[in-house]
């Protein structure tokens, strides 16, 4: 029998079957789209981290604590004072909320306020785009000024420029809004889109207590001189806060986006590998289903 003869064959018996054939080609298509959805969200997902932490530099360091010693606490901020200049470029406080954004009529909720020194900008590898950043004299006179995220000015300015324009800043509990200075925007990451690290604002650290009522000094973010530098200087510091703190009461924890990036694309991988194995398993039991059926 002729291939041309055994296709005739088969396109016929599936005309004269045609709910059989129908449900067949069901089974297999819902099959093989869940496999295909499943794996490429988890895909997406992984992406979107590792987008993340690129963006802010692999040679970052987050360095958080909750000590209750304040001479443990200084200790551990000397250490890492004095390593600037050497495996450390720049270090700034790093304490981070969410606050309301108000510009004439416009509200913007659910914004990412971050309150840092002169060196955020360099520390968390966000590059002005328009204006200037916050400086030293800022911070030590608290003035009253900010720097906003690309969303931010998409959503308030549009094409106008935001440089010189006023707005206040506010958290829903306290109901209570304070005027601030645009003086910079910087670049956006994301596009500009909303829900990313665009949609962000920057003041002074000094002004925290002023905008939300307390002070949070338990964060701190560094730049190094490189991923080497990040490593060993992240693998240092948490050797030398070990012997500071109680580590029954206290927490710390430093680490480098460069020993993040290198976890996320482990657990990608195994994640990539298990999936691979399910979506062999569920191929091949539906198979034989359908080669059950032609059988039959």
Known sequence: MSITQTLAMAFKAIGNNKLRSFLTMLGIIIGVAAVITLVSVTQGQSQMYMMQMEAQGAN?????????????????????????????????????????????????????????????????????????????????????????????????????????????????????????TVIGVYNGKFGGKLNTDDQMVLVPNTLQMRIMGWEDNSSYAMRATDTDAA?????????????????????????????????????????????????GISLLVGGIGIMNIMLV
């Not at 800043?169 to 005027?179: A, E, F, H, T």
């Not at 020993?259 to 194995?277: G, K, L, N, R, V």
């Open 60 to 180: 970052r360091i987050d360095m958080y604590f909750y000590v209750n010693s304040s001479k443990a606490r200084d200790a551990i901020l000397d250490y890492a004072e004095k390593e600037v200049g050497k495996r450390i470029v720049a270090i700034t406080p790093m304490s981070q909320n969410q606050v309301t954004l108000k510009y004439r009529t416009k509200n913007m909720n659910d914004v990412r306020i971050s309150f840092g020194n002169e060196q955020y900008g360099l520390c968390t590898s966000n590059n002005i785009s328009a204006g200037r950043d916050i400086s030293k004299s800022d911070v030590k006179n608290r003035a009253r000024v900010c720097v906003i995220g690309e969303a931010v000015r998409k959503n308030f300015f549009g094409a106008m420029s935001p440089i010189g324009q006023t707005i206040k800043i506010g958290n829903s509990w306290s109901q209570s809004y304070q005027p601030y």
């Open 231 to 279: 490593k060993s200087f992240t693998d240092d510091i948490t050797a030398f806060a070990n012997t500071k703190i109680d580590p029954n009461n206290d927490y710390f924890q430093a680490y480098a986006n460069a020993q993040f990036q290198e976890q996320m694309q482990s657990a990608t991988d195994q994640q990539s590998i298990t999936m691979a194995i399910i979506a």
